[in-house]
C-alpha cells in the first residue's frame, strides 16, 4: 500500500502493469510477492540465500506461492519445472533483471552501489525497502541523487507492526474483525505513514527524499511526545 501511494503521488499511475523484482522467500517476500499481484504488477524474480529465480515475461504468482508458503523453497528445482524460468546461483542478479519497481525483502545490504547503479540503468525508478536495512548508504544516495524514488524500511515495511497493533486493539476491546476490515485499516495506516514522510521531505526542503522525511518525522513524534511529558 504504501509502494501504491508512492505511484500515485509521484507518478499519478497504480501498480497495474508495472513489473516488479521482490528479494526473499520468507513471510515479507512473500506477501509482498501476493500483494503486488493482486494490485496488478507482474512479478518477475525473488531469491533466497541460495539463488534467483526469474522469469523477464513473468512468474507464475500462484504456483510460486504455493512452493513459497510451503517453507523453504528450492527455486532451481521450480525453475527446472517452468517454462520460461531462470536460476542463477547468486541471489545478487536479481537485480540485474530490468524492472519498473524493485523491493528488496531479504537481508542487510543486499543492494549496493554496482546494483544501485544497474537497477537505475535498466528502467527500475522505484526502490522501496522490506527488510532491515536491505540497502546500504551510498546506494541509497545514489537512488535520491539519480531521481529513483527510494522508501525506506522504517516506513515501506511497517505493516507488520500495524497489524500487531490491530491485533491488540481487538484483543483489548474484544473485538473480531474481518479480513477485509483489517485490510482496509492497514490500508489507512499506510497512506498516513506515506504522507507523513512526503509532507515532511517538503517542509524541509528536500521534496521526493522519503527517506529524510521518516527519519525527521519519527524524530519529532518522540521530540513531542518528551515535551508533552516535561521530559524537555
Not at 75 to 98: I, M, R
Not at 105 to 111: F, G, L, V, Y
Not at 137 to 161: D, M, T
Not at 200 to 213: H, I
Request: hydrophobic share 40%.
Amino acid at each position: 500500500y504504501y509502494v501504491e501511494e508512492m505511484l500515485r503521488s509521484f507518478y499519478n499511475t497504480d501498480m497495474a502493469g508495472k513489473r516488479g523484482l521482490i528479494s526473499g522467500t520468507g513471510n515479507v517476500a512473500t506477501y509482498a510477492i501476493e500483494k503486488a499481484s493482486q494490485l496488478g504488477a507482474t512479478v518477475l524474480g525473488c531469491s533466497n540465500t541460495r539463488g534467483c529465480l526469474y522469469n523477464e515475461a513473468g512468474l507464475d504468482v500462484a504456483s510460486l506461492l504455493e512452493v513459497l508458503k510451503a517453507g523453504k523453497p528450492d527455486l532451481e528445482a521450480y525453475a527446472k519445472t517452468h517454462p520460461g524460468c531462470k536460476f542463477s546461483a547468486n541471489p545478487k542478479d536479481l537485480w540485474n533483471v530490468p524492472c519498473d519497481l524493485a523491493l528488496p525483502c531479504a537481508t542487510q545490504a543486499e543492494i549496493n552501489l554496482d546494483s544501485a547503479k544497474t537497477l537505475k540503468a535498466n528502467g527500475c525508478y522505484l526502490v522501496a525497502e522490506g527488510a532491515n536495512m536491505p540497502t546500504d548508504l551510498v546506494a541509497i544516495r545514489y537512488f535520491n541523487e539519480n531521481g529513483v524514488l527510494f522508501a525506506p524500511g522504517k516506513a515501506s515495511n511497517a505493516g507488520g507492526v500495524a497489524v500487531s497493533g490491530l491485533e491488540m486493539s481487538q484483543n483489548a476491546m474484544h473485538l473480531s474483525w474481518t479480513f477485509e476490515e483489517v485490510d482496509n485499516r492497514l490500508k489507512d495506516i499506510m497512506k498516513g505513514i506515506f504522507k507523513k514522510c512526503k509532507d515532511t521531505a517538503e517542509k524541509y526542503g528536500c521534496p521526493r527524499n522519503l527517506a529524510l522525511g521518516a527519519n525527521i518525522a519519527g524524530f519529532e513524534k518522540v521530540y513531542n511526545a518528551m515535551l508533552a511529558e516535561g521530559i524537555l
